[in-house]
C-alpha cells in the first residue's frame, strides 16, 4: 500500500516486472484512460494539480519502461532497493537519485555482509553512537517501552508482526541504518522465535 | 497481508452454520440498492439458507413495497420503542421460502436520525439475530447512522450507477465510512481530532485521502500510523455497478478499483455488474421482485452471477478452510 508518487512503475502501470513492450502499452493506455480528465471513474477525486501530476508519472513510466536502455537502467536501481520501493519523488531518468542516501557505517564501523542485526547488536551500536533510547522514542514516536522489547527481543510482549517490522524499520532509520537489511535480519530472530513456540 | 483480528472475512460463515452480514450502501439514493438487496436476498435464499431482509432506511422504508408486500404491522421502530422484546418479533414472513423481512420505520420519531443509544441497540440486535444471512438495506446519504450500520459487516457492498454524481457520491462515502471505522479503533485523543477534522471536505490540514490521514496520525505515535494502515488494507469493500448499458460502463467497475488502490490505498473487490433492463423497470412497477418475474432477464442473469461470487468468493472460502 503506497502512495502513487512512491509506487514504482511497475505498479503505477499494474503490470509485472516482466512484462513485454506490448502489455506496458496496454496497460499505459488503460492507465491514460482512467485518469483523463473526462474520466467519469475519478469524477471529483482529484484536484486538476494532483490529475496533471499523476499523468506525468504515468508518462514517464512508460517513456522508461519502453525504452530498453532506461528500463534496464531503471531494474538496476529497483533490484538495489529490494523492490520495497521508494521513497519521496518519482525518479528522474536523466539523473537518477540515489534514492536511500544511507550511511551504512555509522562511526566508521563496517558491516560486513551477513552480519546479523538482532537486538542485543542493535542495542550495541545505539550504545556505540552514545545514543540514548529516549532520543530514538522521540524521534521514532515509538514508545520507549516498546523499544527495549524490541532490543531484548521480549517478542511475547511486542504486538503482531506488522507493528515489529515498522518498529524496527523506524529504529533503524533513526540510527541510519538501512532500515530494510536491518529489518530483514532482525525479523530472523522474530521467527525463530515464533517457530518455537509452534513446537 | 497480517491479520491482527484474526477473523478474516466471514464470507462463508453461513456456509457452515454461522452467519453472514452484508451490508448494502452507496451514499446515493436511487442507485438501486434496495433493489439489488431484495434480489440478491432471494437468490440466496434458494440456497436453502435462512435469509432476512433489513431496511434500515429509517424514515423512508419501502423495501416491503419491492416485495409487493404492504406496511406491516411490526417494524424496527416496535423494537426500538420497547413494544416489542425481539428482533424476532419483527422480522415478517415473506411469500418466499428461507426469507424474512424486517420494515424500517416510517413513524419513528426523528427517525431518520435515532438518538445513538437507540442505533447502538438496534446494531446490537441485528448482530444477536440467529440465522444464516442478514441482508442490510442501507439509506441514502454519509450520515453517521448510514456509516454506522454500513460497517457492522466486513461484507460491504457498494451500489454504484455509472454517472458522475453517483460516482462522486461514493468516493465521499467510502472515505467518510473509513474515516468513521478508524475513529473507533484509536483512543489517542490527538488521532481522534485529526479523524474529526478529516470528516469535513474542506479541512485546515490537507487531509484528502486515508494516506494523509495515516502520516499524520504515524507523526503523532507511530503505533497507531501503523494499527490504520492495517485497517485500511482489510477494509475491502465491494462493489456493483448498476444500469450499465455499454462496454464503457462496465469499464468503469475496473476504473474504480485501480483509482481507490491507487489513490486512496483501499482494495476494492469488483462483483460485477447489472445490465440496464427494462424489466427492471417494468418490475418494480409491478411490485414483483426482478428475479421471480423475469428469471430469464439479463439483468436476473447478472444477479444470479453476483450471488454466487459473494457466497463462493475465494478468499472467503480459504479463510474458512483456513
Not at chain 2, 217 to 228: P, Q, T, V
Not at chain 2, 274 to 303: F, G, M, T
Amino acid at each position: 500500500m503506497k502512495r502513487i508518487k512512491d509506487q514504482t512503475y511497475y505498479e503505477l502501470l499494474e503490470v509485472g516486472r516482466g512484462a513485454s513492450t506490448e502489455e506496458i502499452r496496454m496497460a499505459y493506455r488503460r492507465e491514460k484512460e482512467i485518469f483523463s480528465s473526462t474520466s467519469i471513474a475519478i469524477y471529483s477525486l482529484l484536484e486538476p494539480e494532483e490529475l496533471k501530476r499523476i499523468n506525468a508519472t504515468i508518462d514517464e513510466a512508460y517513456r522508461v519502461l519502453t525504452d530498453e536502455r532506461l528500463r534496464s537502467e531503471y531494474d538496476r536501481k529497483l533490484n538495489g532497493l529490494g523492490e520495497k520501493g521508494f521513497s519521496g519523488e518519482p525518479l528522474e531518468t536523466s539523473a537518477i537519485r540515489e534514492v536511500h542516501p544511507v550511511q551504512e557505517e555509522p562511526g566508521g564501523i563496517a558491516f560486513p555482509n551477513g552480519f546479523r542485526f538482532t537486538g542485543a547488536s542493535l542495542k550495541g551500536i545505539r550504545e556505540s553512537m552514545g545514543i540514548d533510547l529516549k532520543v530514538i522514542s522521540k524521534k521514532t514516536k515509538i514508545n520507549r517501552q516498546h523499544l527495549e522489547w524490541l532490543e531484548e527481543e521480549r517478542f511475547e510482549n511486542l504486538p503482531a508482526l506488522v507493528y515489529i517490522r515498522g518498529f524496527i524499520m523506524e529504529y533503524a532509520r533513526a540510527l541510519n541504518l538501512n532500515p530494510h537489511r536491518v529489518v530483514d535480519s532482525y525479523l530472523r530472530s522474530f521467527y525463530q522465535w515464533q517457530n518455537k513456540r509452534k513446537v | 497481508m497480517v491479520s491482527l483480528s484474526g477473523s478474516q472475512g466471514e464470507g462463508s460463515e453461513a456456509r457452515k452454520g454461522g452467519r453472514t452480514i452484508w451490508t448494502i450502501g452507496g451514499g446515493k439514493g436511487g442507485s438501486g440498492k434496495t433493489f439489488i438487496a431484495v434480489n440478491l436476498g432471494i437468490c440466496l435464499s434458494r440456497f436453502g439458507d435462512e435469509v432476512v431482509l433489513i431496511d434500515t432506511d429509517l424514515g423512508g422504508a419501502n423495501i416491503h413495497t419491492f416485495l409487493g408486500l404492504s406496511y406491516p404491522k411490526r417494524t424496527l421502530s416496535d423494537l426500538i420503542n420497547k413494544r416489542v422484546e425481539s428482533i424476532r418479533d419483527v422480522v415478517m414472513d415473506t411469500d418466499i421460502p428461507n426469507l424474512g423481512l424486517v420494515v424500517g420505520a416510517q413513524d419513528l420519531l426523528n427517525a431518520a436520525n435515532p438518538k445513538e443509544p437507540q442505533k447502538w441497540k438496534l446494531i446490537r440486535h441485528i448482530n444477536s439475530l440467529d440465522v444464516n444471512y442478514i441482508i442490510l438495506d442501507l439509506g441514502a446519504g454519509s450520515s453517521f447512522n448510514v456509516l454506522d450500520f454500513f460497517l457492522i459487516s466486513k461484507n460491504k457492498i457498494l451500489v454504484v450507477t455509472p454517472e458522475p454524481t453517483c460516482i462522486e457520491n461514493t468516493y465521499r462515502f467510502i472515505k467518510s465510512a473509513f474515516f468513521r471505522k478508524v475513529k473507533k479503533v484509536v483512543s489517542h485523543f490527538g488521532v481522534k481530532e485529526i479523524i474529526d477534522m478529516a470528516m469535513d471536505q474542506r479541512n485546515e490540514r490537507g487531509i484528502k485521502t486515508p494516506f494523509d490521514l495515516i502520516e499524520l496520525a504515524g507523526e503523532i505515535d507511530k503505533s497507531i500510523g501503523l494499527r490504520l494502515e492495517h485497517e485500511l488494507e482489510s477494509f475491502r469493500p465491494k462493489l456493483i455497478i448498476n444500469q450499465v448499458r455499454t462496454k464503457s460502463d462496465v469499464d468503469i467497475g475496473f476504473s474504480m478499483q485501480s483509482a481507490f488502490l491507487k489513490y486512496f490505498g483501499i482494495s476494492m473487490d469488483y462483483l460485477g455488474y447489472v445490465v440496464y433492463d427494462d424489466e427492471v423497470w417494468q418490475s418494480i412497477q409491478k411490485r414483483k421482485p426482478l428475479v421471480l418475474e423475469s428469471p430469464q432477464s439479463k439483468a436476473s442473469k447478472c444477479i444470479n452471477e453476483i450471488t454466487l461470487k459473494l457466497i463462493l468468493d475465494k478468499p472467503f472460502l480459504f479463510n474458512s478452510e483456513g
